[in-house]
């Protein structure tokens, strides 16, 4: 149907793999793209706000401008891709808008999304997805074998280690297994889970249970399909112990799963003692309630949405009053230790750890502003993250979270402070000078009434960015000068290096080599503490300098070495830059084939980001020389399939082929 239609929504009953035939699909039908494919899962998304974003982020859309929608426009107006949105339904209004402009604006993009309902968006086909067909238990065998209920109900006994000898007696009692659970993917799954535990007969004695609630069927095939998959989990979540029912409860507050340490810290108490959490995890993931995944950050336990909203619907609220308060403290603790603008050899850890539990930290951030109490709590968390804000690109999520804080948690405190001055950076970095002058207004102010020296010297900082940005260098550099002297007189060298880090990259433009100075004192100052990722970015900024001044060999050096963190963290802003830089570097020393071939790999990541690099002011003449240069050198025909070849290449290759130095590859 996709090739049919712009908009296909794959509707259905919660279990019967919606979203897992939209992906199995799109995998399919990426080569039919030429842009590919992009995911967005929604089902985290806790507000219509946040989707654009999410969007963006799943395009690799730089988020610099606000609102989003044109940024998006642009980016996909001449791309021909296919978008997924999985699981729409509680932002099922927001989808549809979204979903609507796209159609009306973007000429080559099609859409799937997948929700239990249509969305009514124009043009909209919807696929209705059946449960798994299952065959009578009087067919014969091999007809019985061949229906896709009982193939995955032998492939999940399989996986679950249980030796099914498959005759005709075990055939029938399975067709008749898969008929009570109406073929439901989900449901059948859960079942196979329970043969680790009896024999297949005792499995269809328990399912034949009136007690199940599968014996009768409602009129409408939708709502009996609802019907039986709330009875097998329901006989599921009979069949756990005291202990199991009860995390499996806790642990649907956690959108973005969770690790080991995180639910020994949040979910014990209560019936569950920290040292038994371990093994009723193991438990839950024994009866496919719970699915285990090595991730970056170590072992991963997650349920899948329909689990996790049952287990929602069984907590108490005895159980939800201990989890918020501990879930809203683990988030803000976490905020704190996990702060990438501390400077330190954690900083790459900290960004993958923040990046998994992003989904979870929504969910605390909720939680806080739910309640008058705990809105100044939210609101402390939200500006810790702000350099997180910045390097994920999440700037317009960013300052949603900050906004409705600071609407929140109105009292004058230094909290306050914090997040007007980190506010106002995000505005900056927006291009939104009306924002950022009312919040640093409102932060100047906060911090003379209550005599803190420390907002107001963030204050003055993020005032010489702003400045900066207005192209008054001289006056801008002055006041993050005046602010760094007060930083290091009060011992606050993270505080220094988030001054020189800003500094260096707002002047580049305008003073390169103040920006070059500044880069030098940062590249020092994370020598000393070892952070990556401030270093690689003073090396970049000290590499432009060079440029700047004619060294092209001490450029491409600097910028060869800061790649490395860049690709860790998956810097793709970061790394575009680079890619066009050391396009430059060997187009000076007349590698025109070299300087063709990285500026088709950085033009591509470029298109990914929705920016273009004659847009950045230190940019613009070099971009054109370079490729000036570079046509000349090799004709039109020549460079435009070396372009090409650079523009074919994966991240990786793209990035090891310009670190290289081998004009050769």
């Not at 990046?355 to 979870?360: I, M, R, S, T, V």
């Not at 802003?573 to 570097?585: D, F, P």
Request: hydrophobic residues 45%; proline residues 4%; negative net charge.
């Amino acid at each position: 149907m996709v090739p049919r239609t712009r908009l296909l929504t794959l509707t259905g009953p919660g279990g019967v793999g919606k979203t897992r035939l939209a992906l199995h699909a799109a995998h399919t039908l990426r080569s039919r793209f030429r842009d590919g494919v992009a995911i967005v899962e929604v089902h985290p998304l806790t507000h219509d706000d946040l989707l654009a974003p999410a969007v963006a982020a799943a395009l690799g859309v730089r988020d610099l401008d606000r609102p989003l929608r044109p940024e998006l426009a642009e980016y996909l107006a001449d791309k021909r891709m296919l978008l997924v949105l999985a699981g729409c339904e509680h932002l099922a209004q927001a989808c549809a808008e979204l979903t609507q402009w796209l159609l009306s604006t973007v000429p080559h993009v099609s859409v799937i999304t997948t929700s239990r309902h249509r969305l009514s968006v124009l043009g909209e086909q919807v696929l209705a997805i059946e449960p798994l067909p299952y065959a009578d238990q009087h067919a014969p065998v091999r007809e019985i074998a061949r229906s896709d209920a009982v193939r995955l109900l032998i492939e999940r006994a399989a996986a679950a280690q249980v030796g099914l000898k498959i005759d005709a007696t075990t055939i029938a009692v399975l067709a008749r297994i898969c008929r009570r659970l109406d073929g439901i993917p989900l449901a059948i799954e859960l079942a196979a889970a329970r043969l680790r535990a009896c024999p297949l007969e005792q499995l269809e004695r328990e399912l034949e249970d009136d007690s199940t609630g599968l014996t009768g069927h409602s009129s409408s095939p939708f709502a009996a399909f609802h019907e039986s998959l709330r009875a097998i989990i329901d006989w599921s979540y009979r069949l756990c112990s005291p202990a199991e029912q009860r995390l499996w409860g806790r642990l649907s507050v956690f959108p973005g799963g969770v690790d080991l340490e995180t639910a020994e810290q949040v979910c014990s108490g209560a019936g569950i003692a920290a040292e038994d959490i371990v093994d009723v995890i193991a438990a839950l993931v024994d009866h496919s309630i719970l699915s285990a995944r090595p991730s970056a950050t170590g072992m991963r336990y997650r349920l899948l949405d329909t689990l996790r909203a049952y287990g929602r619907q069984r907590l108490t609220s005895h159980d939800e009053e201990l989890l918020r308060e501990r879930y809203c403290a683990h988030y803000r603790s976490l905020a704190e230790r996990q702060s990438i603008d501390r400077l330190g050899p954690d900083q790459l850890e900290s960004f993958r750890i923040l990046q998994a539990e992003l989904p979870n930290v929504r969910t605390a951030l909720e939680f806080c502003y739910s309640r008058p109490a705990s809105a100044e709590g939210g609101l402390d968390m939200a500006a810790r993250l702000g350099a997180f804000w910045l390097l994920a690109g999440a700037l317009t999520e960013g300052r949603h979270w900050l906004d409705h804080g600071l609407d929140l948690a109105s009292a004058p405190t230094r909290t306050r402070i914090t997040a007007l001055w980190v506010d106002a950076l995000l505005a900056i970095y927006q291009r939104d000078p009306v924002a950022a002058t009312a919040r640093l207004s409102q932060c100047h102010a906060l911090a003379k009434e209550l005599a803190d020296e420390t907002g107001r010297t963030y204050a003055a900082m993020t005032a010489g960015i702003a400045e900066l940005t207005a192209g008054n260098t001289a006056h801008g550099l002055a006041l993050m000068e005046a602010a760094r002297a007060r930083q290091r007189a009060a011992g606050d060298l993270d505080a220094v290096g988030l001054n020189l880090y800003l500094a260096a990259t707002f002047c580049a433009a305008g003073d390169p080599d103040a920006a070059a100075a500044l880069g030098r004192e940062l590249l020092a100052l994370c020598d000393v503490h070892d952070a990556p990722l401030f270093r690689a970015y003073a090396l970049f900024l000290i590499g432009i300098a060079a440029w700047k001044h004619g060294d092209s060999r001490q450029t491409e050096r600097l910028i060869q070495e800061a790649t490395a963190p860049w690709m860790a963290a998956n810097d793709h802003w970061a790394l575009a830059k680079a890619l066009e830089v050391l396009a430059w570097t060997a187009e000076a020393r007349h590698a025109h084939e070299r300087a063709a071939r990285l500026l088709g790999a950085a033009d591509a990541l470029w298109q990914e980001i929705g920016f273009a690099p004659t847009l950045l002011p230190y940019h613009t003449h070099s971009h054109q020389d370079c490729e000036s240069g570079a046509r000349q050198g090799l004709g039109q025909q020549a460079f435009a399939a070396a372009f090409r070849r650079g523009a074919e290449l994966d991240l990786h290759t793209a990035v090891a082929y310009a670190i290289s130095n081998d004009d050769r590859q």
